[in-house]
């Protein structure tokens, strides 16, 4: 069966330092994959997606980027955090684009 | 942008209550998804719709996709406590450029009274 694990589960930065949260799936090849932003733990908003290794569609413009270094890997990042940044970030896979999303446990980030 | 109302925001029922919660929306939508949300956790896929007017149960959850196919409800039959949690709504659809996009409702947070 298909696991998605995302960390760290917790992270706190001062703003103005870099960020790396990791995404990987597990048992299933050539995914979707997606980043998320859930703020105050109500709507979620797409940051990226993902259809290919290599292949990052932003649907937001932001302080944030993404990469997908190898098949079931997906990496959000930042060089530079601000304190908007804060939230509650959550990684999906899906077998197809047109087929449902399956989520992370996510990663809660505060900055201070 | 494509958006959904999700309605009501927030209930409390009492234990072995019966809870229907629904979305709308102003486009039509490929497909309608519902999850539930823990604390601390990320959303759990609860039941996909694929046709309109298709009927689904998980358990004790009933969920439909309207004729319309702008509109899905879930009924969730006599609630206990573990119930507990932010139900989203996701209706995924066409983009204009061809992609497909999963667009959230802003949920509803069911609290059960023992």
């Known amino acids: 069966s298909q696991t998605i694990h995302q960390w760290p589960a917790t992270l706190v930065q001062p703003v103005g330092s870099p960020l790396s949260l990791e995404c990987t799936v597990e048992?299933?090849?050539?995914?979707?994959l997606y980043w998320y932003r859930q703020a105050a733990g109500r709507g979620l908003q797409l940051l990226f997606y993902s259809v290919g290794i290599g292949q990052i569609s932003s649907e937001v413009p932001q302080n944030l980027s993404a990469s997908r270094p190898q098949d079931r890997q997906f990496i959000l990042s930042s060089k530079k955090l601000l304190l908007s940044d804060s939230g509650f970030y959550l990684c999906a896979w899906s077998v197809r684009q047109d087929q449902p999303q399956h989520f992370g446990d996510g990663t809660r980030l505060s900055i201070l | 942008g494509q958006q959904l109302n999700q309605s009501p925001q927030s209930m409390f029922i009492q234990e072995g209550e019966d809870v229907s919660m629904n979305c709308t929306s102003s486009s039509i939508f490929n497909t309608w998804l519902w999850y539930k949300q823990d604390p601390g956790e990320g959303p759990v896929l609860l039941i996909a719709?694929?046709?309109?007017?298709e009927l689904t149960s998980n358990g004790r959850l009933t969920a439909q996709f309207g004729i319309t196919r702008k509109d899905s409800f879930l009924n969730i039959s006599a609630s206990i406590p573990s119930d507990v949690g932010i139900y989203f709504c996701?209706?995924?659809?066409?983009?204009?450029?061809?992609?497909?996009?999963?667009?959230f409702g802003k949920g509803t947070k069911l609290s059960v009274i023992p």
């Open positions: 048992g299933t090849s050539n995914p979707n």
């Open positions: 996701a209706g995924q659809g066409l983009t204009g450029a061809g992609s497909y996009q999963l667009t």
């Open positions: 719709l694929y046709k309109a007017g």
